[in-house]
Nanobody, 121 residues
C-alpha cells in the first residue's frame, strides 16, 4: 500500500519561511510528477507547484519567486520551501505524487493527509 506522509506545517509570521516535506512509502516502482496543492479556508484546492521526473517545475503565479519545489528521488521525497510568506498563503497544503506501483497497471495519483500552514502576526 502506497502512502504519503507530510510534515512541516505550523504557524509562521508574515515574511517568514517554512519548509514542507512529503515522503512516499510502500511498494513503489517509480514516481513521475510530484506536486503541492493548497486549499485556503472556504476556497477550492489549487495547484501551488509541481515538478516532473526530469526536474522541470511549474508554479502558481501567486508564489513565483517565493516558493521552491524540489525532489529527492532516492528518498522518494518532495519538498516545498516557502519564503516571504503572506497572510494569503494560509491554507491546508497537500502533497501529490503520481506513482507506479506493482498493484496497478498504470500510475496512480496519491495524496498526503494535508498539513496546516497558518501565516499570522
Amino acid at each position: 500500500q502506497v502512502q504519503l506522509v507530510e510534515s512541516g506545517g505550523g504557524l509562521v509570521q508574515p515574511g517568514g519561511s517554512m519548509k514542507l516535506s512529503c515522503a512516499a512509502s510502500g511498494r513503489i516502482l517509480g514516481i513521475n510528477a510530484m506536486g503541492w496543492y493548497r486549499q485556503p479556508p472556504g476556497k477550492e484546492r489549487e495547484l501551488v507547484a509541481s515538478i516532473g521526473s526530469t526536474g522541470s517545475t511549474k508554479y502558481a503565479d501567486s508564489v513565483k519567486g517565493r516558493f521552491t519545489i524540489f525532489r529527492d528521488n532516492a528518498k522518494r521525497m518532495v519538498y516545498l520551501q516557502m519564503n516571504s510568506l503572506k497572510l494569503e498563503d494560509t491554507a491546508v497544503y497537500y502533497c501529490n505524487q503520481n506513482i507506479r506501483s506493482d498493484r496497478y497497471t498504470y500510475p496512480q495519483d496519491y495524496w498526503g493527509q494535508g498539513t496546516q500552514v497558518t501565516v499570522s502576526s
